[in-house]
C-alpha cells in the first residue's frame, strides 16, 4: 500500500499564501482582494494544526468576520476542493458540508 506523502505545515501555509495573492488566477486578481482583511494577518492563523487548535480557529474566524469579502473568499474556496485551511469563515469539512447541501439541492 502506497505511503501517503505529507508535506510540511510551512510549506502548505506558503503555497496557500501564494495562491491567494499571488495566482493568475482571474477570481484572485480583481481590485477587491486588497480589501481582504487577512492580508494583515499571519498566515499560519488560518491553518489550524488540527480540529482542536481552538485558539488559531478562533483568532482566523474573528479576521474573516470583519472581512469585506469574506462571501467571495469562500466563494472561491467552494468551487476548489483543494484548498485548504481557513477561507471566507469556513474550513474544509463545513465547505464539504456546503458543497453535499449545494448538489442536494440542484439534484
Known amino acids: 500500500m502506497p505511503v501517503p506523502v505529507v508535506r510540511p505545515r510551512e510549506v502548505v501555509i506558503a503555497e496557500e499564501q501564494d495562491y491567494l495573492f499571488h495566482s493568475e488566477a482571474d477570481d ?4 477587491e482582494w486588497s ?12 491553518f489550524p494544526l488540527s480540529a482542536h487548535d481552538i485558539a488559531s480557529r478562533r483568532e482566523a474566524l474573528s479576521w474573516c468576520a470583519v472581512c469585506a469579502i469574506a462571501v467571495q473568499c469562500r466563494e472561491i474556496a ?6 485548504v485551511g ?5 474550513d ?3 465547505r464539504a458540508r456546503l458543497r453535499g447541501r449545494r448538489l442536494v439541492s440542484v439534484a
Open 28 to 31: 484572485l486578481q480583481a481590485p
Open 86 to 90: 481557513i477561507w471566507g469563515g469556513t
Open 92 to 94: 474544509e469539512v463545513e
Open 78 to 83: 467552494l468551487r476548489d476542493s483543494s484548498i
Open 35 to 46: 480589501d481582504a482583511a487577512c492580508r494583515d494577518a499571519e498566515p499560519d492563523v488560518f
